[in-house]
């Protein structure tokens, strides 16, 4: 698998609304999988980014998503810029969420955001989802915001006014603006106890030409069969290849661990529509849209396929994204998804302008790798962990960095930094460490993603190439702790080892087992930084 040139999972959709780019266009390549879904900003920390969408504005990609690290759910929405759809820079929030009037504190919280350029006011417009009625709506000078919200919401096809609006996506298609949402109804005598609690419909419309509202005037994205299928369908993104629109969909969902894939196409933003299953399940996830890549020596398109992949259930924040190039038949139709495990899409892109950002993860020298296949793990409550690895090189440790995520703790996480001469220590009873550091964290000080804790070296941070260094991890509570696992990277040095909780004494039938041993073949996520 070519980690090296995986696409961190949020160049997510790419609208390219963009001002007018002049310098030279420069080509690129990633490789996409289906394996590796969690994404980092180049201070190692996840991409809290959900419902997500990448635009390419004045030739620089920009993610944005519903952040779900501070609350749970979806409390404001968060931005990343990168060059290379590789290394991702932290740009902050859109608009302060704990600001007064936010109208993003109701229902809906600013669901699916959505971005668009207006060249003739050459503003930038978000568009977001917070409950009725409409859309809320907020401008801005920068990508990166900040933004200010217009006292007007824009409002969908009154015909559905005592409907809920819901997901939904605007987008510039050969200059004029569209946006497709879902109606909700609540209120359908046809709703089952178990299943579906609720119909939707998915509708067409154009935008004004300020792109801050619609024209009330909408045409059904629904197929001939016009079943279930149709009247459960949400999370919709928009493009066209050719003279052919298309409406990327999924079933009702909200984030689940698995959705079918709908793709439907037609001749005209009015309809007919064509309907197409690509997958049962989306390969584990829930469609967000799809990335048009341009190949700058070719001039053609490769539309991707990007779903939020997460486990189910409330963690939303434990989600991932994963990518896959359509591969189009000569009708206009889509192939299906290859959810396969083993498959890789490599794909050429144009590069975005200035150079890759970096940041303590992307500079650290002893660092578990930013693009390895990571799993999360929650078994504080069962085993004190040790992560060792060999020293790359001589110098001052500065700092030791391990990926955390929050429950409902009451007790703190307990990190060391520490230093010994050999494994073997660990398994003889009565060694000392030498500790180079240590810090304690509060669940308040943590978030429900897996941000980065750091513990500072304080004492003995000079170490020696080749010197065997360490990091302690405990924290026992009934809401553990979780941390993120990967498979061992060969020739580092990276080893993982577990102590059960309360166990301190020998065991087996000899009495000559040591209750600390190796986890095989894994290693969490961290960085150690030097001064």
């Keep these: 698998m070519k980690f090296a040139s995986l696409v961190p999972a949020w160049a997510a959709l790419v609208s390219v609304c963009s001002a007018a780019v002049t310098t030279k266009a420069v080509s690129a390549s990633v490789t996409f999988d289906n394996t590796r879904r969690f994404l980092f900003d180049t201070n190692g920390r996840q991409i809290d980014a959900y419902g997500s969408k990448v635009n390419n504005f004045n030739g620089k990609y920009y993610l944005y998503g519903n952040s779900f690290s501070e609350t749970g759910v979806a409390y404001g929405i968060k931005s990343y810029s990168s060059v290379d759809l590789l290394n991702w820079q932290y740009e902050g929030f859109l608009f302060n969420p704990a600001g007064n009037n936010n109208p993003c504190a109701g229902s809906g919280g600013c669901g699916r955001p959505h971005i668009v350029y207006n060249p003739k006011n050459k503003n930038y417009v978000l568009w977001a989802n917070a409950g009725s009625p409409g859309y809320v709506i907020a401008t801005s000078s920068s990508p990166s915001g900040p933004f200010v919200f217009s006292t007007n919401r824009a409002l969908i096809d009154p015909a559905f006014d005592s409907l809920q609006p819901a997901d939904f996506t605007v987008e510039v298609i050969d200059g004029e603006g569209y946006i497709v949402f879902s109606a909700l109804n609540f209120k359908s005598p046809d709703a089952g106890s178990f299943w579906p609690p609720i119909f939707q419909n998915m509708h067409a419309s154009k935008l004004t030409a300020d792109f801050m509202n619609t024209t009330r005037v909408s045409w059904p994205v629904v197929s001939n069969a016009n079943d279930l299928i149709d009247n459960e369908a949400e999370s919709p993104d928009i493009f066209k290849s050719g003279n052919t629109w298309y409406v990327a969909a999924s079933n009702t969902c909200g984030y689940c661990n698995?959705?079918?894939?709908?793709?439907?196409?037609?001749?005209?933003?009015q309809g007919p529509w064509t309907r197409q299953i690509l997958e049962g399940y989306s390969c584990n996830g829930q469609v967000e849209g799809v990335l048009p890549l341009t190949n700058p020596s070719t001039g053609a398109v490769t539309n991707v396929w990007h779903s939020t992949s997460v486990p189910g259930g409330p963690r939303t924040g434990f989600g991932g994204h994963i990518f896959q190039p359509l591969n189009f038949n000569a009708d206009g139709s889509a192939k299906n998804l290859d959810c396969s495990t083993t498959a890789t899409f490599p794909v050429t892109f144009t590069k975005g302008n200035g150079t890759a950002a970096a940041g303590n993860a992307t500079k650290a020298v002893d660092a578990t790798p930013a693009l390895a296949v990571y799993n999360p793990?929650?078994?504080?409550?069962?085993?004190?962990?040790?992560?060792?690895?060999?020293?790359?090189?001589?110098?001052?440790?500065?700092?030791?960095?391990l990926n955390i995520a929050r429950g409902s703790q009451t007790v703190p996480l307990a990190l060391t930094v520490f230093k010994i001469p050999s494994v073997n220590d660990m398994f003889v009873p009565e060694v000392k460490w030498t500790a180079l550091g240590s810090a304690s964290f509060n669940a308040n000080q943590t978030t429900y993603v897996f941000d980065t804790v750091t513990v500072p070296v304080t004492s003995n941070a000079t170490v020696a190439k080749g010197e065997l260094l360490g990091l302690s991890i405990s924290g026992a509570d009934y809401s553990p702790w979780c941390h993120l696992e990967s498979d061992t990277a060969n020739g580092r040095g990276f080893k993982l080892y577990q102590q059960g909780q309360g166990q301190y004494s020998w065991r087996g039938l000899q009495g000559r087992n040591p209750p600390v041993y190796e986890r095989q073949g894994k290693s969490v996520k961290f960085f150690a930084t030097y001064a």
């Design 377 to 401: 793990v929650c078994d504080s409550d069962s085993f004190i962990l040790y992560q060792t690895w060999t020293a790359s090189k001589a110098g001052t440790l500065k700092s030791v960095s």
């Design 258 to 269: 698995g959705s079918i894939a709908l793709l439907y196409r037609s001749n005209s933003i």
